[in-house]
């Protein structure tokens, strides 16, 4: 009986995923308030041909994620490998990182993130147009990995907010995939607005 | 190698017979260190890259250490290399905190200029004759001095059950998703 | 007609700077006038934090400060803390050593060669290296379990024996490994648009790298034959045949030829280490059997008492160094990395210093690029080959 070892030693996919078909309460529970909002807002605002738009804008925005070049350590290079042949994050629509945050849609936090560099990062989030996600890359931009101490951030979702943690230190390639179409299935689920963005009004808060 | 590390501490103390410098002493020193005094710290230094039998032309590295509660509590590291004799030899410089300033050999080898900013950035010394003393790898507004003993290592006390008084509890519906208890036969 | 500078701020988010790193350009027109380097945005206090873990515990820290040749900085951590033990591994440690230094070495040029010809434009050649350096990212995942960031070497040896079937696959890369470097240098050597954006590139004299301490194959560029491996070898280098790849001018043509001959070097090298190994084992001994510093085997725990109080020591408490300091320096495919240690008899290093060549060499970069083109920083800053988690640490 032959080695499957020696036949593939480096371990490539040969079986597709099984797919997962994701469900709005999946991803984000919803309080009661926001459930009786949703409900109100599906029978009287949304027409056939906006759940139509919607759910094309949304597939849109999932299936070309535009990542902002923001490697800052070793998830970096782990980074670079999802963009190199072997882990191709073309497959994903997400190839072209841009070297603008004008023109990018995600930014995903690749790496430690210093005190000296937090400045930097939220004005380059700042920078960013709507709708916009940020990805925390590994643990030290989740949640300040191995260095507990004076100068790194204690996770990157103390300025930012963060979509999508994925932890790993480096994650695998695979891992950082995972993510990615975590976050899609998360903007595939989004609520598109048609027009400006209005800021809900809380209730009880003034 | 023809040039031991003996031989350059004795042209050193030939050269300059009037200076206080001391040889480390100690169970695993493993690089032979000489302790110079500061003020001729810079004459030294350009003796050890002129002379033609040393000719220690790189400064490999610079650095400081904090030796508290020792007085002097200060120490400045100078690691030299000769390329063309494949000689290491280590300087070391004491330094007191009434005093915090040393004189800079920037002007014997240019490398020295990010080491003297980062070892000013990490203890308080401050080179005199420095181009450009400022902070380096730490934001330029930091107050403090963070590699020193007395500055804390600055970590964040990180949330557990057992330390966040008043936190947030799971709302009791979810215990429905918990895993059934399982019943082992020891019991 | 006035003229003025511009000051041109490369920031720290910047697709070619290899990571945060900012540079403050002075301009005139085209022409350079100031160039300053800025760094700092990485720092992540590493020196400090060592202090507060003992010398295995800071071992995984290593890793990530260059981040691309993970496995150089574990062994100059290790040889430091060897040379201030006084413990010596045996062979067959020292050649697996070699090995995966050497296979460091290659997999840190591919990633070099790749973001240097993405940032001056040859997109190709980041898929042709990237596909390497997955087989040693794979190989590393053999080993140690991680892909990147390995941990595998410990003081006194290695913390695990290697795999079965890892010689096999070693030698099966580097077998295939100079058909492929002859691929890169099809794409690059003789490439009129390189030539253009290399050859006379961001120079600096042999005289100019030696006094701002550049090492490293930027000094091998300028034609100065320093390597550590053959100057002062460590961990028994000096019974391997190879050769020092030498430049003439210090272009960043040259530095690329070094390179690139590095890396064949290095195939030479590791074949080498892997028929020595296969002399002397390739199951045995992975650590040196001095129990007061080094763990003993689990074999011997279960069943001596004595290395049943060592272990419970070692892994309770860490081990105590003697009183004192040591400096070692190993070969990075940067340059020079060594690690300083002063020991004051406790398990954790009372100050642990890091001589990172990167931090060094970008030094130098004012003086390769002041008075030229601001293009030439671009090819400059990718020429030194910089990794900004070992500048900031």
């Not at chain 2, 181009?131 to 590699?147: A, S």
């Not at chain 3, 040259?254 to 084992?281: C, F, H, N, P």
Request: proline fraction near 7%; include cysteine; aromatic fraction near 10%.
């Amino acid at each position: 009986m032959p080695n499957p070892e020696d036949q593939n030693p480096f371990r490539t996919l040969v079986q597709p995923a099984a797919p997962v078909v994701p469900t709005s309460d999946l991803i984000m529970p919803m309080s009661e308030g926001d459930r009786l909002q949703d409900e109100l807002e599906k029978g009287v605002l949304f027409t056939k041909l906006e759940s139509i738009a919607s759910w094309a804008v949304n597939q849109a925005r999932a299936n070309a994620i535009w990542p902002l070049g923001f490697g800052l350590a070793c998830c970096a290079i782990e980074m670079m490998a999802i963009a190199g042949p072997r882990f191709d994050v073309s497959r994903f629509g997400a190839e072209v990182f841009r070297g603008s945050p004008r023109q990018a849609d995600l930014m995903i936090v690749a790496g430690r993130v210093s005190i000296k560099m937090a400045p930097v990062l939220r004005r380059l989030y700042d920078q960013m147009p709507d709708p916009k996600w940020v990805i925390a890359m590994g643990a030290c931009s989740s949640c300040g990995g191995v260095f507990n101490n004076y100068a790194i951030l204690q996770g990157v979702d103390k300025i930012v907010p963060v979509d999508v943690y994925v932890p790993g230190c480096p994650p695998r390639p695979e891992a950082l995939l995972h993510g990615i179409m975590k976050l899609q299935e998360k903007i595939l689920v989004s609520k598109v607005e048609f027009g400006p963005i209005v800021p809900r009004k809380k209730k009880g808060a003034a | 190698m023809s040039l031991t590390a003996e031989r350059i501490e004795q042209k050193l103390r030939e050269r300059f017979p009037g200076a206080a410098i001391e040889r480390q002493e100690g169970v695993a020193v493993r690089d032979h260190t000489l302790y110079v005094p500061a003020e001729s710290l810079v004459e030294m230094c350009l003796f050890l890259r002129d002379d033609d039998e040393l000719q220690f032309a790189m400064l490999s590295w610079m650095g400081g250490a904090d030796y508290m509660p020792r007085v002097p509590r200060f120490e400045t590291i100078y690691s030299l290399l000769s390329l063309t004799h494949n000689q290491r030899f280590t300087l070391k410089v004491r330094v007191g905190e009434e005093n915090l300033k040393l004189p800079s050999v920037v002007s014997v080898w240019p490398t020295a200029n990010w080491h003297e900013r980062e070892t000013y950035d990490f203890y308080g010394l401050e080179f005199v004759g420095h181009p450009d003393m400022t902070r380096i790898l730490l934001p330029e507004d930091w107050v403090g001095w963070p590699l020193r003993k007395d500055s804390p290592l600055g970590y964040e006390e990180v949330a557990f059950t057992h330390n966040t008084p008043n936190r947030l509890l799971p709302s009791p519906a979810l215990k429905k998703l918990a895993p059934k208890k399982v019943k082992y036969r020891a019991q | 007609m006035r003229n003025e500078t511009m000051t041109l701020n490369m920031g720290p988010q910047h697709p070619s700077t290899h990571g945060v790193l900012r540079v403050a350009l002075e301009l005139d027109g085209e022409t350079i006038v100031q160039c300053k380097p800025m760094i700092g945005y990485l720092h992540t206090g590493m020196e400090k934090q060592a202090e507060y873990k003992t010398y295995t515990q800071s071992i995984p820290q290593t890793d990530r400060m260059d981040y691309i040749s993970p496995m150089s900085n574990n062994l100059a951590f290790c040889l430091a803390t060897e040379k201030l033990l006084g413990i010596e591994p045996p062979a067959r440690v020292q050649a697996i050593r070699v090995l995966l230094a050497e296979l460091t070495r290659i997999s840190s040029h591919c990633v070099w060669m790749g973001t240097h010809a993405i940032d001056i434009g040859a997109l190709t050649v980041f898929w042709y290296t990237f596909r390497e350096r997955e087989k040693v990212l794979s190989i590393y995942d053999m080993v140690s379990g991680a892909r990147m960031t390995s941990s595998y070497f410990r003081v006194g040896g290695l913390s695990m024996d290697i795999p079965a079937g890892f010689l096999a696959r070693c030698e099966k890369f580097v077998d295939e490994m100079p058909a492929h470097i002859d691929e890169y240098e099809k794409l690059l050597s003789k490439n009129p648009i390189w030539l253009a954006r290399t050859k006379g590139v961001a120079p600096i004299s042999a005289k100019d790298g030696i006094a701002w301490g550049v090492t490293g194959p930027s000094l091998r560029g300028s034609g100065v034959c320093w390597d550590l491996r053959k100057s002062q070898p460590y961990s028994g280098y000096e019974t391997y045949d190879f050769n020092v790849a030498l430049g003439s001018v210090g272009d960043a043509y040259d530095r690329y030829t070094v390179r690139v001959t590095e890396m064949r070097e290095s195939t030479r090298i590791a074949k080498q280490a892997i028929q020595r190994i296969r002399e002397l084992g390739e199951a045995g001994e992975y650590r040196v059997r001095d129990f007061k510093y080094v763990l003993p085997p689990k074999e011997e725990v279960k069943t001596s008492m004595e290395a049943l109080i060592h272990h419970f020591k070692i892994v309770a408490h860490g081990f105590f160094p003697p009183v004192g300091e040591a400096y070692a320096g190993v070969e990075a495919p940067k340059g020079e990395l060594g690690f300083y240690f002063v020991s004051d008899g406790s398990s954790r290093p009372w100050r642990m210093k890091v001589r990172s060549p990167s931090f060094v060499n970008l030094q130098a970069l004012p003086i390769m690029v002041e008075g030229k083109l601001v293009a030439d920083v671009i090819a400059a800053i990718g020429s030194i080959d910089i990794v900004l988690g070992e500048i900031d640490r």
